[in-house]
DNA sequence: GCCGGGCTGTCACCTGGGTGACACCCGTAT
DNA sequence: ATACGGGTGTCACCCAGGTGACAGCCCGGC
């Protein structure tokens, strides 16, 4: 059964014992999904707390009136979510849709609090999970504090491709990474032409198949380059 | 011994009794500090975990090569840093600056660990506390990536007036404002003379010292008008 | 084969807001 | 009184990148 295996590998689990993973897994429902298809909204994040088996699940911020959206984690099997209504049961503003198809196993919040509650080993990993997500959340807004958006594109493949494989980023489409760095698409596209005629990346239809980890590191410090206008002329035209 | 009331007002300890309170707060030591100094370096995250008794303290990223800097999180009395390393035990690159003088009660990092692990509450606590920070950074994200810096401004400014007293942000320099923005002082300036021509805010000195909570409100939801030419267009000339 | 949906490449246009600079103001230490 | 440090107001300049639009491509279904 594939699923425990799902389980044995998530680090929501690091730490569980095997017989304690078959008991959790009876109380877990599996649901599956089409692509784009929304799995959770607002509303749904005190229902039911949800673990990938596999997959690929965006959580967005899809924000106020205009449409722009903002995708905050780019999840894969072994994360669950929502993370955040499980550590303080609250209600929480966002939405989860897949970008693939998905499978998932879920119980009800309560069931998972309750877990928590009682098993040591499962709420240790839960203290790193939601350390590792506010990493990664805050990452993501120092990125667009403070760099270009060249810079946070650099980044994010850089965070993606770093060996691990399958890569979670691996055929998406274009306004997806722009959704991932707060920019849209006609950017994401030039920027991506751009980094293939400089050699940090090869494309393949639009997507980014492969990266020149050197190059890109350099870009990824090079912005301060970037922003000082005197280096800026130094280093010669932009076009 | 008012740092004994510290810890009990603080949403760290809620839920740990009163015994066990005077217990801990043996093994805590005091510390003073003046204004405007590093508390802890990204080094120092790994050593002692610090809960503030009195003042301000910001949590920042301070990046890469040009000198801006993001501020995380802005602290006050109750609460504690760096909670990211005290969840996962692994380094983290952000520093402390007090914005005040500022009292802490300090013990190594080890020490907490303990503590999280053998006391039900207090683990408990951190949960709430760290998915209240997550909540909080993620925030900022949506607010850097989906809205312009006035609306920015407008949020942050109704997240602080919203009755608690007293205001962390009571009395910050511009350029700190800025900071918890992603922006910088002179367009900080700029938008609040703006809003205070609007009736939005009082002013004094240059810092806030009220806010009009209906019509700020209603700047916050309105950048769809701003983003809309035509919406633009409709309501008059910008300067 | 043909159609349609979803993707990418690319353009001209325009503006929000970052840069750097300066003047001025006030409180404190000398 | 003087000087200075840190704060604010405000300006002219300019560019990264968002907007909206169009064309062309690929692929799967009929």
Redesign the pocket.
Known sequence: MPSLTALRRSPLFTGVDEPTLRRLLASLSEEVWEP?RQLMGPAGSLERFRLIVSGRVKIVRSNSL?G?ELTLWLLGPGDGFDVVSLLDGRAHEVSAWSLTPVRTLAAPLAVWSGWLRWLRPLDLAAHRYSAAKLREVEQLTTDLAL??????LANLLLRHFDGSQPNLLHD???????AMI????????????RM?ADGMVQ?H???VRGIDLQRLLRRAEQDLA?????A?QARGQ?R
């Open positions: 784009r205009d722009r760099h270009d958006t060249s810079t946070r998406l489409p274009q306004r997806e990474l722009a707060g920019s849209v698409r006609g950017v994401v596209s030039r920027v991506l032409a293939q494309l239809g639009g997507t970037q922003r000082s206008p005197r800026v932009h």
